[in-house]
């Protein structure tokens, strides 16, 4: 059974980082793409970054690129994102997701999310 769980979120100040981890197990690893996605206050799920597999490729919506930073280590089965430079719109529940941004929705696997909070 496919197992995703993210971490590391938390009160940060407007321009400071946040490293966001998730964990995942029932599944190979090393052979999917993952995803970060975000939810928007009364707004649903919308994908922000990318991994394929063997890291040979991360892309990232508009709204992040430049300020996050997607990694993988599949020695440890846990998929990253760095996040800097973060700003009050940044505030939302972040989730991993197995797939990309073109079959994310279809394979329908991501955790419960950690709650990130941009604020002075």
């Known amino acids: 059974q496919v197992q995703l769980v993210e971490s590391g979120g938390g009160l940060v100040q407007p321009g400071g980082s946040l490293r966001l981890s998730c964990a995942a197990s029932?599944?190979?690893?090393?052979?999917?793409?993952l995803s970060w996605l975000r939810q928007g206050p009364g707004k649903g799920l919308e994908w922000i970054s990318e991994?394929?597999?063997?890291?040979?490729?991360?892309y990232y919506a508009d709204s992040v690129k430049g300020r996050f930073t997607i990694s993988r280590d599949d020695a440890k089965n846990t998929m990253y994102l760095q996040m800097s430079s973060l700003k009050p719109e940044d505030t939302t529940m972040y989730h991993c997701?197995?797939?990309?941004?073109?079959?994310?929705?279809?394979?329908?696997?991501w955790g419960q999310g950690t709650q990130v909070t941009v604020s002075s």
């Open positions: 997701a197995l797939g990309s941004a073109a079959n994310w929705t279809r394979l329908g696997s």
């Open positions: 029932g599944f190979t690893f090393s052979n999917v793409a």
């Open positions: 991994i394929l597999t063997g890291s040979a490729s991360t």
